[in-house]
T-cell receptor, first 115, second 111 residues
Framework: ETGVTQTPRHLVMGMTNKKSLKCEQH?????MYWYKQSAKKPLELMFV???????ENNSVPSRFSPECPNSSHLFLHLHTLQPEDSALYLC??????????????FGPGTRLTVT | SQQGEEDPQALSIQEGENATMNCSYK?????LQWYRQNSGRGLVHLIL?????REKHSGRLRVTLDTSKKSSSLLITASRAADTASYFC???????????FGTGTKLQVIP
């Protein structure tokens, strides 16, 4: 256990559905991240939050909407997704100070299938 | 692209042998990290090496960093079947928080 939990672990949704992914970290970290991992592609950073403020949006389509109500919780709201959005979505957290690049702790991921 | 490149993409060895994976990058970095991922799971941090360090050890892991060649290697000694996983390098190249991951090496250790 890394101290980062994600729910649900598996999700199948139609293109017209709305669903949310949840991430929670119990490590007292101030930064949280969403990544997308598709088959045979490198890990893609989607969003970064630090102390609840979004500090990075890596040109992610608006059908993905993040929410960070506090430093321990991170959500990814999904709507009108496309089949190519099927992937493993990973949440991570880290203790961050400017310019330091500390190690990240990952959750187990949510395997998303869009039909 | 600032993405890290790893080679080989896949590596298959016998249990007890050593495994070496390499990572190259294009920018100057503050640190370089190695992660491990079992199939379909989250990544687990293995080791971090700072730009002013040349070598670091952790158990059966040995990481080297050559900033002049912009490359790093991860050596796993006396491999075990349980080491079967994908291994990723990731580097921090300044700015706030953003760490860029490499393409990964898939290691299979045959019992």
């Amino acid at each position: 256990e890394t101290g980062v939990t994600q729910t649900p672990r598996h999700l199948v949704m139609g293109m017209t559905n709305k669903k949310s992914l949840k991430c929670e970290q119990h490590l007292g970290h101030n930064a949280m991240y969403w990544y997308k991992q598709s088959a045979k592609k490198p890990l893609e950073l989607m969003f970064v939050y630090n102390f609840k403020e979004q500090t990075e949006n890596n040109s992610v389509p608006s059908r993905f909407s993040p929410e960070c109500p506090n430093s321990s919780h991170l959500f990814l709201h999904l709507h009108t997704l496309q089949p190519e959005d099927s992937a493993l979505y990973l949440c991570a957290s880290s203790r961050e100070t400017p310019g330091q690049g500390h190690e990240q702790y990952f959750g187990p991921g949510t395997r998303l299938t869009v039909t | 692209s600032q993405q890290g490149e790893e080679d080989p993409q896949a590596l298959s060895i016998q249990e007890g042998e050593n495994a070496t994976m390499n990572c190259s990058y294009k920018t100057s970095i503050n640190n370089l990290q190695w992660y491990r991922q079992n199939s379909g799971r989250g990544l687990v941090h293995l080791i971090l090496i700072r730009s002013n360090e040349r070598e670091k050890h952790s158990g059966r892991l040995r990481v080297t960093l050559d900033t002049s060649k912009k490359s790093s290697s991860l050596l796993i000694t006396a491999s075990r079947a349980a080491d079967t996983a994908s291994y990723f390098c990731a580097f921090h190249s300044g700015g706030y928080q953003k760490v860029t991951f490499g393409t990964g090496t898939k290691l299979q250790v045959i019992p």
